[in-house]
RNA sequence: UGGGGUAUAGCCAAGUCGGUAAGGCACAGGACUUUGACUCCUGCAUUCCCUGGUUCGAGUCCAGGUACCCCAGCCA
């Protein structure tokens, strides 16, 4: 382990309770965890803090992680996310090896499992309809009703459960549940259903089925028939735990899991649950799934995180059981971390301003070399071109600057990285507007490289790209998806989050100038855009137009210091 | 007014047997700088939700409060 991952290493709750396990042979000292998603929604980067979390678990104790969909309700459920889902998991560099499973493989077993239940007298088929069953539940303070089907006999509620399976009855008109009690102060222990008839094909056992499990009866035994050691999920599963043990030791599988519960992520200035997420797409708020402002691992990848940033975060984040919402800076900062590292440099000018280099020969182009990476040795320089015309950035000049503007004003020298020390000597202006049109320059030739072969001192060193030797592109600039922190922090009562979604969340800037060496950049991989940030080409991008996402920018002082003023 | 949880800095979060508050992000200074980036220094909780109690000693133990989150799907 390095310094650097030391520093990350903190311990939390569940690697204490897995140590105590391990020291105590529990399980004979083996860890077995799973990621069990739902295959009826794209993952998000809460859903990455679990996967870290569980294939992370898995790693460190050199246990095993399995794959699991959680596939018991066929109508929401789709193979097009078991695909993405897949995808995205591995994407984040995890593999599940031959772990990958499917609840709906237990099905066969979850239903003798049922029978032995209703043999047992502990589950019973209820023929009351969806809304009585609702009404004789209870409310937290008072206790429920029993079902008046609740003291069938063993015989009938075979017979009954067999011809749900058969498909003799209409959905809603029989269910079976587990015998609990219906007066626990626990809503999930009074008669949970366990069983509903479902007349829809399902996406992995076709028609076989028109009866499915519900998630507490078979999230359970589906861990126990694995040999999952530590079931872990998120909070709102706490209540579900006596369920779950209770499930488990009415079946006896001569293994029982123990599940624990952590706090799920909260991320500032954007949404994690599915439905916001789904009302955002539909609602044509964002591209799609993976439009690089979504929080989804789609998404992210797509902006140009990269999944060892993610997982640092992951580290970095904690995994404890209080309700929280991390700072998006956190994340921002483990992406930046990540990019300096590896992102190689070039130059890109975003609101391109001309600059007439007058004592330059026209028509010459020299080759200057650059350094492809100053933080990394091993990475190599390139050559590139310059010329009498160039461009830089608009806001890297100025008039009439204030005291500690370091950059391009008339009368100043200022070096352009890896050319020359120039000197702004004039203006030209739309005479109607005041626009500035273009700069005017002198450079001095013993500069060449950027140095100053006298030693004096130039402060400012600005990008540039040679006007007649750049490529045109579009570069998309993205922001918080939502001005608020807690984007469901509304104005007045009738608003929605998406009242809060951030007007400048997507920025888009056509006609930037970039560095020629980026015709060939591949989709997704990163560059730092000197003195900007990091940007990857996207995949919108055709032959005629080159498209580039920012990533994140760069951390920017003088942007602090000029806003104060 | 039932049950289950959680409270340590602006945001996360560690804190085993009670021994005198880790770390990261953010922020603020400074150094360095051919990226106002990076890197490097420095600062940032006399106090752990509150009130009592036990103790030589309490974030940790006890008692009583308070605040917030979750639960009444034939969703997961």
């Given at each position: 382990m390095t310094e650097k991952e030391r520093v990350v290493d903190s311990s939390n709750f569940i690697r204490n309770i897995i140590e105590e396990d391990i020291s105590s042979n529990k399980n004979d000292g083996k860890v077995v965890t799973r990621f069990p998603p739902e295959p009826n929604g794209y993952l998000h980067i809460g859903h990455a803090k679990s996967i870290c979390l569980n294939f992370g678990l898995?790693?460190?104790?050199?246990?095993?992680?399995?794959?699991?969909f959680d596939?018991?309700?066929?109508?929401?459920?789709?193979?097009?996310?078991?695909?993405?889902?897949?995808?995205?998991v591995k994407w984040?560099?995890?593999?599940?090896?031959?772990?990958?499973?499917?609840a709906s493989d237990y099905f066969d077993k979850l239903y003798e499992l049922a029978i032995d239940l209703i043999k047992q007298g502990k589950a019973y088929v209820c023929s009351l309809e969806a809304d009585q069953i609702r009404e004789t539940r209870g409310t937290l303070t008072e206790p429920g009703i029993e079902s008046p089907y609740r003291y069938r006999s063993v015989e009938e509620n075979l017979e009954l459960f067999e011809r749900m399976r058969q498909g003799?009855?209409?959905?809603?008109?029989?269910?079976?549940?587990?015998?609990?009690?219906?007066?626990?102060p626990n809503m999930n222990m009074r008669d949970p259903v366990i069983y509903r008839i479902k007349k829809v094909s399902h996406h992995r056992t076709g028609d076989k089925w028109c009866i499915y499990p519900m998630y507490d009866y078979t999230h359970c035994i589906s861990d126990a028939l694995e040999g999952i050691t530590h079931s872990i999920c998120t909070l709102e599963f706490e209540d579900h735990r006596p369920l779950y043990d209770w499930v488990l030791e009415q079946v006896d599988l001569g293994c029982h899991p123990q599940q624990i519960e952590f706090a799920r992520l909260n991320l500032s200035y954007t949404v994690m649950s599915k439905r916001k997420l789904l009302r955002l797409v539909e609602?044509?708020?964002?591209?799609?799934?993976?439009?690089?402002?979504?929080?989804?691992?789609?998404?992210?990848r797509r902006r140009g995180y990269t999944p060892e940033a993610i997982r640092d975060f992951c580290e970095r984040i904690g995994v404890a059981k209080n309700n929280s919402i991390v700072d998006i800076a956190l994340l921002e900062h483990c992406v930046r971390e990540d990019l300096n590292q590896k992102a190689p440099r070039v130059m890109g000018v975003l609101e391109p301003l001309k600059v007439v280099i007058e004592n330059y020969p026209e028509g010459q182009v020299e080759m200057v070399e650059a350094l492809n990476n100053p933080n990394d040795p091993d990475s190599g320089t390139r050559m590139v071109p310059f010329s009498r015309e160039i461009?830089?950035?608009?806001?890297?000049?100025?008039?009439?600057?204030?005291?500690?503007?370091?950059?391009?004003s008339p009368g100043k020298e200022v070096r352009l990285r890896y050319a020359y020390i120039v000197e702004c000597t004039k203006v030209v202006k739309d005479e109607q507007t005041g626009e500035i049109l273009e700069v005017h320059c002198t450079y001095d030739p013993e500069t060449r490289g950027g140095a100053a072969p006298d030693g004096?001192?130039?402060?400012?060193?600005?990008?540039?790209?040679?006007?007649?030797?750049?490529?045109?592109?579009?570069?998309?600039?993205?922001?918080n998806l939502f001005t608020k922190e807690n984007p469901d922090e509304v104005e007045d009562e009738e608003g929605t989050f998406l009242d809060n979604i951030n007007p400048e969340s997507l920025v888009v800037l056509k006609g930037c100038k970039l560095e020629k060496s980026l015709l060939e950049a591949e989709i997704g991989k990163a560059y730092q855009f000197e003195r900007q940030g990091y940007f990857c080409k996207d995949k919108d991008s055709t032959e005629e137009r080159t498209v580039f996402n920012r990533i994140v920018p760069l951390k920017d002082s003088w942007a602090k210091i000029a806003s104060n003023k």
């Open positions: 898995a790693q460190r104790y050199n246990g095993k992680c399995h794959l699991r596939d018991t309700n066929p109508e929401t459920e789709k193979v097009e996310y078991i695909e993405a889902i897949k995808e995205d984040l560099g995890f593999d599940w090896g031959d772990n990958l499973f499917y003799e009855f209409p959905e809603g008109s029989h269910v079976l549940r587990a015998k609990i009690d219906m007066a626990s609602g044509g708020y964002v591209s799609g799934w993976d439009d690089p402002r979504m929080p989804t691992i789609a998404g992210i461009y830089i950035e608009r806001d890297d000049f100025m008039e009439d600057p204030p005291k500690k503007f370091h950059r391009m004096r001192k130039v402060r400012g060193t600005i990008h540039w790209v040679s006007a007649a030797d750049c490529i045109d592109a579009e570069v998309r600039l993205y922001n």
